[in-house]
């Protein structure tokens, strides 16, 4: 077997069974492990593959853009998981960011009345949070993306750039050991100066956002404070991003 089919295989492989041991690709392709190390270096220059302790993980790409509606129920359990460890960070005094999602939401639905101030660029938090008496809401106005409900363009963007916040909570797409990524240019800007103007930043993300790639990169994980996930996310996953020194908050502790 060529060394370009060997490494069609070892994509297929990994596609299939999402992540597999150097030695499980040797006995599959009947080739020796120092070779399947070679090809999995190769792979990932290229950019296909993640490397982890003793083995690989696929990549999945994708760039359907799925609306809010689409994406609400979906994860419930996973995102209210998210939802209350993102509130344990969360101190009276606080000025806190809100990224619009579905993740975000649920953690605005979790939130205690604290005397605290929520800046955001979802109509779906202000709603949420209208009613909270101590909570004080700043929107930062803009252009309705109306398949995902979140304000962005110029004003969004203007409005939070003359803004501090103590902490920001960023929904994702797509997270690899390389790159934070959602599916859209204009959400993308928004992200990014979300991450610039809080002292700490966090990606909430439930395990189904792992391993996967979208079309616009806003981030390296090294760009941010940390990640909250819930309880289903890989260990192999959080294994990796702590040996990056990355930090992973899960129900379970905190890795990294």
Same mark, same amino acid.
């Not at 996973?78 to 460890?85: V, Y």
């Not at 209208?130 to 110029?154: C, F, H, Q, Y």
């Not at 929904?171 to 599916?183: K, P």
């Given at each position: ?7 069609? &295989? ?5 596609? &299939?069974?999402?992540?597999? @041991? ?39 790409y994708f760039s359907h853009e799925p609306t809010f509606f ?13 939802? %209350? ?28 009345? &604290? ?11 202000? %709603?949420?949070?209208?009613?909270? %008496? ?5 929107? @930062? ?9 979140a304000l962005v363009g110029p004003i969004a963007e203007n @409005? ?56 616009? %990169? ?39």
């Amino acid at each position: 077997m060529f060394a370009e089919e060997r490494r069609t &295989k070892i994509l297929e492989l990994l596609q &299939k069974h999402k992540s597999m @041991t150097v030695s499980e690709l040797a006995k599959m392709l009947n080739v020796s492990e120092p070779t399947i190390r070679r090809d999995l270096a190769f792979l990932e220059r290229k950019r296909q593959i993640i490397r982890t302790h003793g083995g690989a993980m696929a990549i999945e790409y994708f760039s359907h853009e799925p609306t809010f509606f689409e994406k609400e129920p979906l994860e419930k359990s996973a995102k209210e998981e998210i939802g %209350k460890l993102a509130n344990s960070l969360i101190k009276d005094g606080d000025i806190i960011v809100l990224d619009s999602g579905t993740t975000t939401l649920e953690i605005a639905r979790n939130m205690e009345d &604290k005397n605290i101030t929520v800046i955001t660029n979802s109509p779906y938090i202000v %709603k949420e949070l209208s009613m909270r %008496k101590n909570i004080e809401v700043i929107v @930062t106005g803009g252009s309705l993306k109306k398949g995902t409900l979140a304000l962005v363009g110029p004003i969004a963007e203007n @409005t939070l750039s003359r803004l501090h916040a103590d902490i920001a909570f960023i929904g994702a797409n797509g997270i690899t050991l390389d790159a934070i990524t959602t599916t859209n240019l204009l959400e993308a800007e928004i992200k990014k100066i979300m991450i610039k103007i809080a002292s700490t930043s966090y990606i909430v993300a439930d395990h189904s956002k792992f391993g996967r790639t979208a079309f616009v %990169k806003f981030a390296e994980p090294n760009e941010i404070s940390g990640i909250i996930t819930d309880s289903g996310t890989d260990s192999k996953w959080i294994t990796a991003f702590k040996e990056r020194k990355i930090r992973v908050i899960t129900p379970g502790g905190v890795g990294g």
